[in-house]
């Protein structure tokens, strides 16, 4: 029987993920990769305060370097209200760093000569072939006024947020209005709706501004999901699932959880008083917390997938091997360089086709290597990946409303001042 091209695509990579080590090499020791161990314990102390003073409801850290994990710990509560344990497996809501899986999905077809990275979307998704801009707003009745863009959005624009899409909930009043009158959703939670619906009522809307013209935060991760769904032919979560997920050994990563993994989803916080408490209500954009948990349909791109640490160290890891991991690859070298290279140069925002980079602009900001590249989740996570070094570094917490976002500035401090020997 022949099989159709849509069914070689799931099932070949199926067949190579077989192959993946289940879990990334352990170090005998932190001294075996670079790190003093003693120094590493500063970590202990700054979390377990956190934590103890219920700020923080837990966190799950990891530090890999040299492909071994140099540090991996939990600390606190997966739920503070039971006092259940939080355990380094268990799994988060991980927002926006859904972002950059969603680029490599977009780079991988790329890479099959499916389109060009300054191809007009809307040779591929034709809802978005008259692109508009926002002129006036009126906030009595949230009408609007817009005026045919200059030009179309391109896919790479799309991957360097500069395509004029805003956010709901998060992004600027006129946008969170006009995304709410017209039902298009933030990409966190919203289990009932359908991406492409919400993706061609979305096409229909103004941008911000000019397609290319400046940095925008907003949906545009979303339409690429939409793209790679329609490109490839084959449901996004399933695309995900056999392309990436499984030939990386990244099993615990999902948009909605299976029954058997839902059991070490962590609670979600809010710490608005100044303490952790679970959330029971809705929150961020009036959405169930408990989301991942659900039998959901809506696959977004920007915000909807839930992971491990270790999970997104593969994926980490992946780019810091130049585009394999296990033998096992899924782009070239130079796809991850171009992914790792500047696309806005002549902008503020130092950013590449998913991810945010260390820069000579910026790179006196942090300890990171020039090279270095990263991002967070609404929710508190945050990571980088550092070439220079090969080191990838996680702190997950799962908690909204806090006044210590910065916490994952705090952790690479920690990390790096640890570091004994190594590096270039």
Known sequence: MRLSLVTLLLLAPLAAGAQTATHLPTASRPEDVGFSGERLGRIDSVLGDLVARDELPGA??????????????????RNTATRAPLHTDDIFRIASQSKAITALAVMMLWEEGRFLLDDPVSRYLPAFAKPSVLTAFHPADTTWESEPARSGITIRQLLTHTSGLDYPAIGSTEFRAIYAKAGVPSGIGNDRDRLADKMNVLATLPLKHQPGERFTYGLSA?????????????PFDRFLRSRIFDP?????????LPPDRAGRLVALHDGESGKAVPMTAQAYDDVDPNYPALAGTYFSGGAGLSSTTEDYAKFLQLFLNGGELNGIRLISRKTVELMLTDQLPTMDDEFGLGFGLE?????????????????????????????QENLVGLIYTNIYNTTHWNIGDIFQVLTYQAIDEGGP
Do not use: C, Q
């Open 359 to 387: 820069t000579p602009a910026n790179d006196w900001r942090s300890p990171a290597s020039l090279g270095s590249f990263s991002w967070g989740g609404a929710f508190n996570t945050h990571y980088w990946a550092d070439p």
């Open 248 to 256: 990386l050994g990244m099993d615990d990563t999902w948009f909605y």
């Open 222 to 234: 979303d339409v690429l999901g939409y793209l790679v769904e329609v490109v490839s032919g084959v």
């Open 60 to 77: 799950v850290v990891l530090i890999v370097r040299d492909g071994r994990v140099a540090y991996h710990k939990a600390y606190g509560y």
